[in-house]
T-cell receptor
Framework: AQRVTQPEKLLSVFKGAPVELKCNYS??????LFWYVQYSRQRLQLLLR??SRESIKGFTADLNKGETSFHLKKPFAQEEDSAMYYC?????????FGTGTRLQVFP | EAGVVQSPRYKIIEKKQPVAFWCNPI?????LYWYLQNLGQGPELLIR????????DSQLPKDRFSAERLKGVDSTLKIQPAELGDSAVYLC????????????FGPGTRLTVL
């Protein structure tokens, strides 16, 4: 089965605190994983993809095939990071999204 | 660049009525997607077009849903008749030349069926 699991619906932190948004996947092949973000009143957009191995807006995500995870991390959260975050897996023929985690960063 | 354009942004209809959503992709993007996003869920693919050809419509409920992309540019998604359970956000996305390129999403159409 091809599946993406985001166990947390809501994650609340204070500004400056570390953030980790969890994502686990189920896929029998070689996975390609993404994080998408949706800021308030804006459209869904790509944040980063694992093959790029890049840091975007201070966020990084490492693919761990042993744990089938692709957690999104940021060492110091900012208020502007508050948004809905979706983990996605490129399955056999389409993108499969998780249910999303809402990140709230308090001042 | 306007990005992916969708209209209407909001639609409220009574059950059993028909409804149509329109999408204009980014210029030059040959691949167009329609997604369904239920409340509290991530987007789920309904149909993918490569130019005017529907190459993946396996998740489209064909008894009431239909889609077209006649000239390989803009697209229309229709529901007839609508049911209460169709209340959701309908997202359109586009990408260059196939599904392996970055998808750019539109703002979505929020449908409420009463």
């Amino acid at each position: 089965a091809q599946r993406v699991t985001q166990p947390e619906k809501l994650l609340s932190v204070f500004k400056g605190a570390p953030v980790e948004l969890k994502c686990n996947y189920s896929y029998s092949g070689s996975p390609e994983l993404f994080w998408y973000v949706q800021y308030s009143r804006q459209r869904l957009q790509l944040l980063l993809r694992h093959i790029s191995r890049e840091s975007i807006k201070g966020f990084t995500a490492d693919l761990n095939k042993g744990e089938t995870s692709f957690h999104l991390k940021k060492p110091f959260a900012q208020e502007e990071d508050s948004a809905m975050y979706y983990c996605a897996l490129r399955g056999t023929d389409k993108l499969i999204f998780g249910t999303g985690t809402r990140l709230q960063v308090f001042p | 660049e306007a990005g992916v354009v969708q209209s209407p942004r909001y639609k409220i209809i009574e059950k059993k009525q028909p409804v149509a959503f329109w999408c204009n992709p980014i210029s030059g993007h040959n691949t167009l997607y329609w997604y369904l996003q239920n409340l509290g869920q991530g987007p789920e693919l309904l149909i993918r077009y490569e130019n005017e050809e529907a190459v993946d419509d396996s998740q489209l409920p064909k008894d009431r849903f239909s889609a077209e992309r006649l000239k390989g540019v803009d697209s229309t998604l229709k529901i007839q008749p609508a049911e209460l359970g169709d209340s959701a956000v309908y997202l359109c996305a586009s990408s260059r030349d196939g599904q392996y390129n970055e998808q750019f999403f539109g703002p979505g159409t929020r449908l409420t069926v009463l």
